[in-house]
């Protein structure tokens, strides 16, 4: 307890230590390909084929509701142990990133709000990250808060941002280490208006401290809406809900468009029809469709060889869906996703990430990703 007392000390202390800044951003060349792991779905790390991914984030760990420090269960030691002891088998190597929180919604984002209201909590937290990360020999740490929910919370969230980025290059410098990577996945876009009113990110904060951002460009619709919808369209004529919208909020409010690694899907939201001959984007539906309301890549195309279903390539919104029956499925297939990583080497993203592995079919997907980002 008195070395945690010390170690919170000192980095109390460290404001005025001369930071360096440095970033560490993949040359435009190489990029950022990375994809979520999802610790809790059983896919084996040891599975992850990393000849198409620069970097491999782990998700989840959380933090205490009282203390903020990460809650370490037996479960999340041995998921972590299995995903270190991978990592050293994997050819080509990858960098690893553990990401902290998710979605889901629940009380996650509350605790998340208290943290980072207080200078001592977010010590706490920041110092317990950097411990975690260390120990299971991770190259960097990923915020994942869904979503801060006022302008107090977005003006915090900067302030976490300053002392984590002051914190990890004071234990680089002291250690002798390379300095941790510091990412946050984030909205789609730079404004967010669910879940309460408008509020802006800290732009100017993120900037400065964070190495990049991960938008979450998709789960634009779902069975939560009467209508079908493509849920990761690029394009959308009619409303914000679309990668392009997302991307460009971002870049206009001040982000470097090399410090933005946009979001893609290996999954599709399903609905059922209301009337199975009007079966176009914006159709009627009365409830959720196969998967009970979502599969994952590898399913949408079992089930479309299966039911012989009618596939559809949206060209303006640049995504796909099918139907057959009532069934209708929203989802990214290899035309789609290749010409969204063009997208992205066009605005000068700094890459692309999945979510998530385990969801591919074969490695359809990501192999047609990294080979378009690299060629």
């Given at each position: ?23 560490i951003i993949p040359s435009k060349s190489q990029g950022v390909r990375a994809a979520y792991w999802p ?106 808060w869904e979503f801060p929910s006022n302008d107090t919370d977005m003006t915090n969230l900067g302030l ?216």
């Amino acid at each position: 307890m008195a070395t945690q007392r010390l170690a919170l000390l000192i980095f109390l202390t460290i404001v005025s230590f001369p930071f360096d800044h440095g970033e560490i951003i993949p040359s435009k060349s190489q990029g950022v390909r990375a994809a979520y792991w999802p610790s809790f779905t059983g896919y084996p790390a040891s599975a992850i084929d990393t000849s198409y991914f620069s970097h491999v984030y782990y998700a989840f760990v959380l933090p205490s509701p009282t203390t903020y420090t990460l809650e370490i269960t037996p479960d999340d030691v041995e998921n972590l142990l299995d995903f270190t002891n991978a990592t050293s088998r994997w050819n080509p190597s990858a960098k690893t990133v553990l990401s902290v929180g998710g979605g889901g919604g629940g009380t996650l984002p509350g605790i998340f709000s208290q943290m980072a209201s207080d200078h001592y909590s977010r010590a706490t937290f920041i110092n317990s990250t950097i411990e975690v990360a260390r120990d299971y020999k991770f190259d960097g740490i990923d915020l994942d808060w869904e979503f801060p929910s006022n302008d107090t919370d977005m003006t915090n969230l900067g302030l976490l941002f300053r002392e984590w980025r002051e914190a990890i290059e004071y234990e680089a410098n002291v250690t002798g280490r390379p300095r941790l990577i510091l990412t946050s996945a984030v909205y789609y876009a730079s404004n967010v208006s669910l879940n309460g009113g408008p509020r802006s990110y800290p732009i100017e904060a993120i900037t400065e401290y964070v190495d990049w951002i991960n938008p979450m460009c998709f789960g634009y619709h779902g069975s939560w809406e009467n209508f079908t919808g493509l849920h990761s369209a690029l394009y959308d004529p009619n409303t914000n809900l679309s990668t392009d919208f997302g991307i460009g909020s971002w870049i206009r409010a001040g982000m470097p468009p090399n410090k933005i690694v946009m979001g893609l899907p290996l999954y599709g939201p399903t609905w059922s029809l209301a009337d199975p001959n009007v079966n176009t984007v914006g159709a009627q539906t009365i409830g959720t469709g196969p998967g009970s309301g979502l599969l994952v890549y590898s399913d949408v195309i079992n089930f479309n060889e299966e039911n012989n279903s009618t596939v559809v390539f949206d060209n303006n919104m640049v995504s796909y869906y099918s139907y057959s029956g009532d069934s209708w499925v929203s989802y990214d297939d290899v035309r789609s996703i290749e010409l969204k990583v063009r997208y992205a080497q066009n605005r000068s993203l700094g890459g692309y990430f999945f979510w998530a592995l385990g969801q591919d079919l074969d490695w359809t997907i990501s192999s047609a990703a990294s080979e378009a980002w690299l060629n």
